[in-house]
């Protein structure tokens, strides 16, 4: 069972896992996930021939029939829908929204949400523990000078499921480099994945765009593909200046995750968030909503 936060409602849900059966099987305690587990996942993770291919059929028109039971079973709100004619599921899965659905918080001390998921905000410490497991930031960032800039920061973790919008968006007006790749596997970032091991964030392809910022210093953001997102796209150009709320990227079909990391004493988390992550649920918020200030 996965429960969460809606930011709206202040509730405690429980989430409808996309897929909850394979992920079970696959990361789950028994006797044949343990098998599987050390078998056949590493496969499915490493060879990036299953996402393709399955990437593959979520792009082909046969695939179509698949939005509207989609669209019921996981109550997506399809008023919120920019217009615009889907030639398959993977159309749909990228979809546009209306902007006027995710207001941007304009004011210029705010950082804003950077897409629509489930977070997990970590303010100032001297080592990142997730789920309590240690977050190695060295081997995720896969760079020494950057681990160490940002060894007493803030980070924030964005889990995206399948039902979510897929766009992702910068959380406030800068500069933003040249993205860099660090290639990996696609493991699932679900909980129930990262319950079993949290290392699975800093092994999976992720993609890492350093922005420069006038209220929060610079920050690191990073998109972290997983299993069935093979593909992650940059809308953005490089190289110049971007504006909060503007869109940067998506993700293709699949499950997803953002990172992002803030230098020591740059942002402020909203209450909410850390309390909910404190108390070990994540908080259901969209594109705009404040994250925290400076």
């Known amino acids: 069972m996965i429960r969460y936060v809606d930011r709206k409602t202040g509730k405690v849900c429980e989430e409808k896992v996309y897929g909850h059966k394979p992920l079970a099987l696959l990361y789950g305690d028994g006797f044949l996930s343990k098998i599987l587990y050390y078998t ?48 398959s599921f993977n159309d749909f899965f990228i979809r546009k929204l209306k902007p006027s659905c995710r207001p941007i918080d304009a004011r210029k001390e705010v950082a804003v949400m950077p897409a629509d998921g489930r977070y997990l905000a970590y303010p100032a410490f001297d080592r990142f523990f997730v789920k309590g497991q240690e977050f190695c930031l060295e081997s995720f960032l896969q760079n020494s000078a ?35 790749l660090i290639n990996g596997p696609l493991y699932s970032v679900n909980p129930i994945a990262l319950k079993k091991r949290i290392a699975i964030l800093s092994e999976n392809k992720r993609v890492i765009t350093e922005i420069e910022t006038e209220e929060f210093g610079t920050i690191l953001y990073v998109e972290i593909g997983a299993t069935a997102v093979g593909t992650i796209r940059q809308t953005f150009t490089p190289d110049q200046r971007i504006v909060k709320g503007q869109e940067k990227g998506y993700f293709e079909f699949g499950g997803s995750c953002l990172v992002l990391l803030f230098e020591k004493g740059r942002i402020q988390f909203d209450a909410d968030l850390v309390e909910n992550t404190t108390k070990g649920f994540e908080t259901l918020c969209h594109v705009g909503e404040s994250m925290g200030r400076v």
Request: some cysteine; aromatic content about 18%.
């Open 146 to 180: 950057y681990a160490r800039g940002f060894s007493s920061g803030s980070m924030l973790i964005a889990r995206l499921c399948p039902v979510d919008y897929h766009r992702f968006h910068f959380p406030c007006d800068g500069f933003a480099g040249v993205p860099h």
């Open 40 to 87: 056949l996942l590493p496969i499915l993770a490493y060879l990036p021939w299953f996402s393709r291919i399955y990437g593959y059929l979520q792009k082909r028109p046969a695939s179509r029939k698949k939005i509207e039971p989609f669209i019921a079973a996981y109550k997506v709100d399809k008023t919120e829908f920019a217009p615009a004619e889907y030639a």
